[in-house]
């Protein structure tokens, strides 16, 4: 399987600190990965970096079977690439329904003439009920968001992500904050998403990681310290000393 994102001998310093030090990661499509580590590791400046919020010191991004630099890019155009990023706190339209958040957040063209003509259609009415089905909001299409649960609004926002037709989702602690029923519900939406793309889970959840039942990364101090899977790093010597501080 070939890279779909291939990160190379990044480093970023803030200040002196050296928040990502000489990291390399790839992932391939379809493929899920989790990637863990402690506070301060890296794992936010690490997505900053892939989704061009953040510029490193040297290194390259590259991306797609042509190999572009999304260090040229803005975040604007990885994003149009097909990169797309859900953080922690999920950020939905709240006043809207369900169904309106799906439907501004599809892949349409953009710009004030796209706004002026804006019109839904049959096949975006399909895709949003194929959405809704997917992330299991098939019966709350005309809720407001704003009254969903807390693992209604992380499924809706990774419903978005979907619309816009990413090929790589950068998914942010998606288990904090939900019931046992919604975890489990978020476990198996993830590894059906990830069976047609590529799916990062930055998590610090052990069981949550355990059930995605993924590749793990571990980072530390901005570096990959272990890769395999949870229960090889899990028994890596360097990870116990500083993940569990043993």
């Not at 050296?18 to 863990?36: C, D, H, T």
């Not at 301060?40 to 991004?61: L, N």
């Not at 706004?115 to 049959?122: E, G, I, S």
């Not at 793309?197 to 310290?225: I, P, Q, W, Y």
Request: charged share 25%.
């Amino acid at each position: 399987m070939s890279a779909l994102l291939e990160v190379s001998g990044v480093s970023v310093s803030f200040d002196g600190f050296k928040a990502i030090n000489n990291l390399s990661f790839s992932i391939g499509q379809p493929e899920m990965r989790a990637v863990i580590g402690p506070n301060g590791a890296g794992k936010t400046t690490f997505m900053d970096i892939i989704t061009g919020k953040t510029r490193p010191d040297v290194g390259q991004v590259l991306w797609g079977e042509e190999n572009r630099s999304l260090l040229k890019m803005s975040e604007a155009q990885i994003a149009r690439a097909g990169i797309g990023r859900k953080f922690q706190r999920p950020t939905v339209f709240e006043d809207q329904s369900v169904r309106d958040n799906l439907r501004v957040a599809l892949k349409k063209p953009r710009g004030p003439f796209a706004a002026l003509t804006d019109r839904v259609t049959d096949a975006d009415r399909a895709r949003i009920d194929e959405i809704a089905e997917e992330i299991g909001l098939a019966a709350h299409l005309d809720r407001q968001a704003g009254i969903l649960s807390h693992g209604q609004k992380q499924w809706l926002e990774i419903g978005m992500l979907l619309a816009q037709d990413p090929r790589l989702l950068l998914v942010d602690e998606p288990a904090a904050g939900m019931t046992t029923e919604e975890r489990t519900h978020t476990t198996e939406l993830l590894r059906r998403v990830a069976e047609t793309r590529a799916v990062v889970v930055v998590e610090h959840d052990m069981d949550f990681v355990r059930k995605l039942n993924c590749r793990v990364t571990v980072l530390h101090e901005g570096s990959v310290l272990s890769e395999g899977t949870l229960d090889h790093v899990m028994a890596d010597d360097r990870v116990i000393e500083v993940y569990l501080g043993r």
